[in-house]
């Protein structure tokens, strides 16, 4: 069956898979492909926070009465790869290759840093204080609009 | 529901309680690389000299342990969401005894005097007993499910393990008492310090970095469960036939157990050239050409060591087999260590520049953190004094031109980490001041 932890580690890994490819696109000189990439990349991102922001923490919250615990960490930590993004996105925009791959770096550590906190514990917490409404969760968070 | 007991989401500890380990850690090996060159190929006529045993301490505790703490005190919130209580005072702590008892107890072992011998133990024996039960703490309350919590318990229930054979044997050393069989205390003291402690604690953590640096498959599941496991009870038999001694069956015994750990490192090594073969990630950076030179060190390490057996059995010789420990020191350990500071160090600076700096300031990149160029003068460096180390086993005048590559590519990592401290302390000072005290 599917559950919180498995759908939102999953969809890390489609972060992944496009962050790879358009870090790989950078190491060619097609300005355009590169942005098209970043821009795949960057979306799966903002979706991916979207359906945390809006659907999975406040229901963890509302369930746990937990408001400045995991979650407040986690929103600090999007705050801070927003600014990555923008600095990646700035970088294609100046077609500045060390920067973007600088930048780039920067917030795949981040990323995954981040990501391991979630998969290893928060996600399964909200796997347990979710117990009863997993379905509903799932199904909301899937109507995330990009 | 509340959050378990001691799981927290609490980010990085102030940045000095990793870092002065992290800065610290290049000057030992520098001094290794001094102390070769004075002591030159006389160091490899015996490994019961005096000289050789400073070296060695040196370069595992004042290198190698040196890193390897402060990292645990760093990752332990993140990787096992437990950190360690009071951070900062007990990397003070931790630290100045483990500085100052690496210094005396290589000045204990140089001048053969218990006095200094005996001050060693107690700082030594205090620094790691105070690192111990911190994290030792953080690690009995973090969640048991996590491979690398797992492999970290044994990894510190190793380093437990070395750290008191190691205060038995010097307290022999110092004060000559009737040790009969220090010889083999002293081989599982090594043992349960380079398998144990270094191995284990690189095993445990390679389960998170290898796939999240590079973004490649995550280690077969079955290998990240058992694979801690198997080496830390093989360690636990090797220790059996020393205490069955005379029984006969000692040697056979000795030798199976040895081989099976052969086996078992083997496959880790393997596992994770494999792995970063499949990686997703294009990028190739310094950490991982560290990373696989470390692994083939490991793998050839691993078998100089059966051919040395094996030779040492047919030939009845009593050489010294130095290659395999060397490859597995400095060609293992010390490139997957050198290779995790180039990732963690400008990772955590940017962290925290970006924490005291969010709104006010545009904080450097890691690559401005730490310029790809400095790294891969000095990986090189490193990657030729590896084998000419290697090598000085078989023609010990190699000992030079290794230790003046080595001693250079060690400041050149100083030198390294050094620039990017600066860059933190040069835009930290930017910081609203009611946010310095994390500095």
Redesign the interface.
Known sequence: METISSYMSGDHHRC??L??QA??AA?GQDWAAIATDLHAFLDSMHHHFKMEEEVLFPAFEQ????TM??T???RMEH??MR?LFD?MADAVKQQDR??F??????L???M??HN??EE???YH?AD??LAGETAETLQKMRAVGA | MSLPPGLSFAQAPPIMVPFRFFLSAPLFALLVALLALWFGPSLLESRWQPSVLALTHLMTLGFLSMVMVGAMLQMLPVIAGSPVAHPVGVARAVHLLLVSGVLFLAAGFLLASPWLMLLAMVLLGGGLLVFVIAVGFSLARAASGNPTVVGMRFALVSLTVTAILGLVLASNFGWKWWLISWIQVTNLHLTWGLLGWVGLLVISVSYQVVPMFQLTPAYPKLLMRWLPRALFVLLLLGSIPWLLADSGMQEQVAIVVALITVAVLALFALATLRLQSQRRRKQSDVTLLFWRFGMVCLLLALALSIVGQAMKISDNAHGENFMPIFLFVAGFAVSVVNGMLYKIVPFLIWFHLQSLLMGVAKVPNMRQIMPEAGMRRQMWLHFLAVPLLGLSALWPLLIYPAAVLFGVSMVLLEFNLLSAFRVYRKHAKLAPKNDLQTI
């Open positions: 992944d898979e962050f790879a870090e790989a190491s369930r746990t009465g937990m615990g995991p407040q960490v986690m705050v801070q600014e600095a060390d920067e791959l600088g930048q780039a770096e920067t795949l550590v981040m995954q840093q391991m906190k290893q514990m928060l917490m347990q204080a």
